[in-house]
C-alpha cells in the first residue's frame, strides 16, 4: 500500500523517497513509509485549492459534514486497539496511555460533529427597518494542518476534525516520526465518504516540505502545533501571503503547591504533571514551585517516589512511562539537565543515558532552581522538573508567570479563595485548581504569550477555520445625496 493520498488516491512519493520509521522503545526498524518532497506537497495543495474552489464541498450541508465526522469517529473506534498499537509502535508510549489517546480523538471526532451546526451567525439591528445587516460564517478555504510526534492522532484530529466542520479543504502533514495513525485516519476519513480532494495527507519532513506548504499562495490557513523555533519559521513564512496562522507551541507550564494543599494528592499529581509520557507532554508540569514550609519533606517524597518510576516499551504491562522519541531528542533533553547543573542546580535524581536499547531517559529533579537558570526557563520536553520555593501567594504567581510561555499551570489548595485569586492571575491558557492534565473538547485550548496565537479545541476552535462575513442588505435603495447630480 501507499502511504501519500493526494486527490482522493493513495500514492507513492513523485521521486519514490521512503522513510523508516524506527520504535522509539528498541530503537529497531518496524516499518517504511513513502516520504513526500515539495512536488508532491504541491500536488496536495493544488488538489485541496480545486476541491474548494469548486464550491461543491462547502455547498455540502455542515450536517452531512458532521456525519463524516461522526461515521470517522466510529470506524476508529472499532479499530480502537489496532489504532492504539500502531500509536504505540510509533511513538514508543505505553499501549495504556495510548488507547487514552485514541478514545480521546474519538471525543474530539463527535464534538466537532455536533458543533457544526450550531454555528449559524447571527442578525444585527441597525436601527433602520430598511436594511437587513447579518453576520455570516463562511470556511477559511484550503489549511495546511502541521502536527508533531507526541500525540500524532490526536493532535491531527483537533485541527481536521473543525476544517472538516467548517467547511475547509485541508492538507495535512503529520511528524515524519509518526505517520501510522496519520495514514489510518485519513482511511477511516475517506470510508466514511470523505470526496476526493477535501482531504490530503503528506508524509515528510518540515525540512523538506514545510516550507512549499506554508508558503504557497493557495494556502489560506496553516494551523502548526510544535516548538516554537518552527512556529517561529511556520509565521515567517505565512506571512509573505497574509495568510491566517494558527499556533500552538510549547510551555513551561508551572505547578504551584501551597502548604494547605491535600499533599497526598498534590504530590501525586504532581509526578503525573511532569513524567507523563516521560515529561513530553506540551503541557507538562515541568516547573513544580513549592510553599517553603512544607518543601523539605514534599521533595523527599517526590524523589522517592520518581526514583521508583518503571520505565518500559509500550507492550511492557509493568512499565509506568516509555522512551523518548528518538535518540536527538534524548542527547537535547541530556543537554538541557547539564546545562542546568552547570549553572547551578542540584540533580536529585537521573539524568544519566541508561544502558541498553531504546531511547529511555530517566525522571530527573533538578533543585535550588532560580528563575534565571535556563533550565527553569527553556522547555526539555523531557521527564525533567525544576523545584523553586516561595513564602507568599504574591511571590508564587509572579514566579509562575515569569516565562516567556503561557500555555497551562495549575495551583493545589484548599482554600477556595486563594486558588481563585492564582488562577486569575495566572497569564496561562489553562489553569487547573486541584487538578493536573486533564482536558475536555468542549473547552477552548492554547497559549498566552510565546505558546501559541489561536486556540483549538471549543467554539473558538471551530472559529479558526471560519471567516466571519457582513452582508449587510439595504431594501429600500436611494441616492444618498453626498455628492451632486
Ligand atoms: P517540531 O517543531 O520539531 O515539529 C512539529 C511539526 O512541524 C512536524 O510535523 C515537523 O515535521 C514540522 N516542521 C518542522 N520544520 C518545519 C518547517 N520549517 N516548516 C513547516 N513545518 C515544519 O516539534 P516536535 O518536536 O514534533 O514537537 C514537540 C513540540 O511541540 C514541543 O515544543 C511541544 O511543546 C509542542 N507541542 C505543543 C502542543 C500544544 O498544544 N501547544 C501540543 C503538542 C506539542
Known amino acids: 500500500m501507499t502511504d501519500l493520498h493526494i486527490n482522493g488516491v493513495w500514492v507513492a512519493a513523485h521521486d519514490g523517497a521512503e522513510r523508516e520509521i524506527i520504535c522509539p522503545a528498541d530503537g529497531t526498524v518496524f516499518k517504511k513509509v513513502d516520504e513526500a518532497g515539495p512536488a508532491d506537497a504541491q500536488a496536495a495543495i493544488d488538489a485541496a485549492r480545486s476541491a474548494f474552489d469548486s464550491g461543491w464541498w462547502t455547498q455540502i450541508s455542515v450536517i ?3 456525519a463524516i465526522l461522526e461515521r470517522t469517529g466510529d470506524l476508529i473506534e472499532e479499530r480502537l486497539e489496532e ?7 510509533d511513538t514508543g508510549k ?3 496511555e495510548a488507547r487514552y489517546d485514541i478514545a480521546d480523538s474519538i471525543r474530539c471526532l463527535r464534538y466537532f460533529a455536533q458543533l457544526g451546526p450550531t454555528f449559524s451567525g447571527r442578525s444585527v439591528d441597525t436601527g433602520d427597518s430598511h436594511i437587513q445587516s447579518r453576520v455570516q460564517y463562511e470556511p477559511v478555504g484550503v489549511a495546511v494542518l502541521i502536527t508533531p510526534w507526541n500525540y500524532p492522532l490526536l493532535q491531527a484530529v483537533w485541527k481536521v476534525a473543525p476544517a472538516i466542520a467548517a467547511g475547509c479543504t485541508f492538507v495535512l502533514k503529520p511528524s515524519e516520526l509518526t505517520p501510522s495513525t496519520s495514514i489510518m485516519f485519513m482511511q477511516a476519513l475517506v470510508d466514511a465518504g470523505l470526496p476526493p480532494g477535501v482531504g490530503n495527507l503528506v508524509l515528510g519532513a518540515g525540512a523538506s516540505i514545510g516550507e512549499t506548504l506554508t508558503s504557497s499562495s493557495k494556502v489560506d490557513m496553516v494551523s502548526f502545533t510544535g516548538g516554537l523555533e518552527t512556529g517561529k519559521r511556520v509565521m515567517a513564512s505565512a506571512a509573505a501571503t497574509i495568510k491566517k496562522v494558527a499556533l500552538e507551541l510549547g510551555g513551561k507550564n508551572p505547578n504551584i503547591i501551597f502548604a494547605d494543599a491535600d499533599l497526598e494528592a498534590a504530590l501525586d499529581n504532581a509526578l503525573t504533571a511532569i513524567f507523563l509520557h516521560s515529561g513530553q507532554v506540551c503541557s507538562a508540569g ?6 517553603q514550609s512544607i518543601h523539605h519533606s514534599f521533595l523527599q517524597e517526590f524523589v522517592e517516589r520518581a526514583k521508583k518510576i518503571r520505565l518500559g516499551g509500550p507492550f511492557d504491562e509493568s512499565a509506568e512511562t516509555g522512551a523518548l522519541i ?8 541530556h543537554t538541557f539537565v547539564e546545562k542546568g547543573v552547570s549553572e547551578g542546580a542540584e540533580l536529585l535524581c537521573g539524568g544519566e543515558i541508561p544502558e541498553g536499547p531504546g531511547y529511555f531517559y530517566p525522571p530527573t529533579i533538578l533543585a535550588n532552581c532560580t528563575t534565571h537558570m535556563s533550565c527553569v526557563q527553556d522547555e526539555s520536553f523531557g521527564p525533567v522538573v525544576t523545584i523553586e520555593t516561595f513564602t507568599t501567594e504574591e511571590q508564587a504567581i509572579a514566579l509562575a508567570n515569569d516565562t516567556y510561555y503561557g500555555l497551562a499551570g495549575a495551583v493545589w489548595t484548599q482554600d477556595a479563595g486563594k486558588s481563585q485569586r492564582v488562577a486569575n492571575a495566572l497569564r496561562h491558557g489553562t489553569i487547573w485548581i486541584n487538578d493536573f492534565h486533564p482536558y475536555v473538547p468542549q473547552a477552548e485550548w492554547g497559549g498566552f504569550k510565546q505558546s501559541g496565537i489561536g486556540r483549538e479545541l471549543g467554539p473558538n476552535g471551530l472559529l479558526e477555520y471560519l471567516e466571519a462575513k457582513h452582508v449587510y442588505h439595504n431594501t429600500s435603495p436611494a441616492p444618498s445625496g453626498w455628492f451632486g447630480a
Open 64 to 66: 452531512q459534514r458532521g
Open 326 to 333: 528518538s535518540e536527538a531528542h534524548r542527547n537535547k533533553v
Open 83 to 89: 489504532f492504539a498499537q500502531a500509536e504505540s509502535m
Open 94 to 96: 505505553r499501549i495504556v
Open 286 to 291: 515541568s516547573r513544580l514551585i513549592v510553599e
